[in-house]
């Protein structure tokens, strides 16, 4: 039993050391560059601060390749500079701070190209300096390593030697006398910066750019959405083609079973019209036609009663049968209501016939409208477009749009390897197991 306990024993304190040896180490470089008047880099230093937490011993080694003449500035740890590598040991009771600096002779990520205007010409610096009139300074930056950075431009001069000619490039910031003037730039590929000044004694300002590697604000939610839409366009143009199928059928329906109005039809109103008043004439006829005879059987009376021949007794006989039947006939009412029926007949074609028409000339614009949806047209003065050309130009916009959805697929591809970049980017040197953090200074000094 307390053989067992002692083995428990050393076995915690042998987990507590191996705790105690756990370290987190991270490792910030700061990369100040100081340029020439053109934008070439003069010379390139390095302030390396390398934090270690934990307890313990430690020792770290980073790559040195690219490093000269390092100098150490923290008590308590010490150094070791090789050709390809240094190394840092010491211990560490929570947190260590380890400072050093050292020459960098490694090509920058990025390359500045400053070219000046002196009234609007293009000239070096001893043609300007303490000159009066316009500068403008131009500045050309552009990435050497596929990797994106963000760039903060900031000088400030007194105002008195100085006037901004561009304040609405920039954020300006004035303090007493003193103006501070900061730009940003995101240099994909490449960016530039244009900084113009007046003075009555021209000079060139401090100006430093501030580079850290990261990615650029982008919202790529705004991506999913131009996806959405794309498939969402696909079954706009499949609602587009069902409907001009329903609306060709439509039409052609109306086009096979075309309503006609026979000829024959046409002129029935006018036809009936016609016997109508013919009626009414041989009704008004047969009315008189009685007077008329009458006339007619009084002058064969009065010669048949004067003669004694038997021809005109014959004709009295024959002329009194027809007085008699011509009095007890009634054709002339007859005709009349034959006329009658013949108005009405005229009067109900006449409806039939309005309503037809109307009927014909709703179906003629139900059938223009319809063509007009199909393939566009004016509605009230409005020219809109049909469904044919809707569906050919979203077609275009498809086709536009899917280009752009693989350009923003490459796009966010690149951004992908970019973040994997800058998850382990160091620019000195790379401590095995370290988090990683670079920032970049470049400055251009006062010339004046």
Same mark, same amino acid.
């Given at each position: 039993m307390k053989r067992a306990f002692i083995i428990g024993v050393i076995f915690l304190l042998l987990i507590g050391l191996s705790l105690g040896n756990s370290l987190k180490i991270k490792n910030d470089e700061t990369v100040y560059?100081?340029? /020439?008047?053109?934008?070439?880099?003069?010379?390139?230093?390095?302030?390396?601060?390398? +934090?270690?937490?934990?307890? @313990?011993?430690?020792?770290?080694?980073?790559?040195?390749?690219? =490093?000269?003449?390092?100098?150490?500035?923290?008590?308590?740890v010490k150094m070791d500079f090789t050709k390809d590598k240094i190394r840092f040991y010491g211990n560490v009771k929570e947190v260590k701070n380890i400072y050093y600096k050292a020459e960098v002779n490694r090509k920058l990520p990025l390359e500045f190209k400053f070219t000046y205007k002196y009234n609007g010409k293009v000239a070096s610096p001893k043609e300007f300096l303490g000159k009066s009139g316009n500068l403008d300074i131009e500045i050309y930056i552009k990435p050497i390593e596929d990797l994106p950075f963000r760039i903060v431009m900031s000088t400030e001069?007194?105002?008195? /030697?100085?006037?901004?000619?561009?304040? +609405?490039?920039?954020?300006?910031?004035?303090?007493?006398?003193?103006?501070?003037?900061? @730009?940003?730039?995101?240099? =994909?590929?490449? @960016?530039?910066?244009i900084l113009s000044l007046k003075s009555n004694k021209?000079?060139?300002?401090? =100006?430093?750019?501030?580079?850290?590697?990261s990615l650029p604000p982008l919202d790529l939610s705004t991506g999913e959405k131009l996806k959405e839409f794309y498939n969402g366009l696909e079954g706009f143009l499949m609602l587009n083609q069902a409907h001009q199928k329903i609306l060709k059928g439509i039409l052609e329906s109306l086009e096979k079973n075309t309503l006609s109005i026979p000829q024959e039809f046409l002129t029935l109103p006018f036809t009936l019209m016609s016997y109508q008043n013919k009626a009414y004439f041989i009704s008004d006829s047969l009315k008189t036609y009685p007077k008329s005879f009458n006339n007619l059987y009084e002058f064969i009376k009065s010669k048949a009663e004067g003669s004694k021949e038997e021809d005109w007794k014959k004709a009295l006989s024959l002329a009194e049968e027809v007085k008699k039947e011509i009095e007890e006939n009634n054709m002339s009412d007859d005709v009349k209501k034959i006329g009658d029926f013949l108005a009405d007949l005229n009067f109900q074609s006449k409806k039939a016939m309005d309503l037809l028409s109307a009927s014909l000339e709703g179906l003629q614009k139900m059938e223009e409208l319809l063509n007009t949806i199909l393939y566009g047209g004016e509605i009230e003065g409005k020219k809109l477009p049909g469904l044919v050309d809707v569906e050919k130009n979203m077609k275009k916009s498809k086709d536009t749009l899917k280009s752009n959805l693989m350009e923003l697929e490459k796009g966010e591809?690149?951004?992908? +390897?970019? +973040?994997?970049?800058?998850?382990?980017?160091?620019?000195?040197?790379?401590?095995? @197991?370290?988090?990683?953090?670079?920032?970049?200074?470049?400055?251009?000094?006062e010339m004046k």
């Open positions: 560059v100081l340029l /020439d008047y053109d934008g070439k880099a003069k010379k390139v230093d390095l302030v390396n601060w390398i +934090e270690v937490q934990g307890q @313990g011993g430690f020792e770290i080694v980073k790559d040195a390749r690219y =490093i000269k003449n390092p100098d150490l500035y923290s008590e308590d001069f007194p105002s008195d /030697d100085l006037i901004l000619r561009n304040p +609405e490039d920039f954020m300006v910031m004035v303090l007493g006398k003193t103006v501070r003037v900061t @730009g940003f730039t995101y240099p =994909i590929p490449d @960016g530039k910066i021209l000079k060139v300002p401090d =100006i430093t750019f501030t580079a850290l590697p591809k690149k951004l992908k +390897e970019w +973040e994997n970049k800058l998850k382990d980017y160091n620019f000195a040197g790379r401590i095995e @197991g370290a988090k990683s953090i670079v920032r970049f200074y470049f400055k251009l000094k």
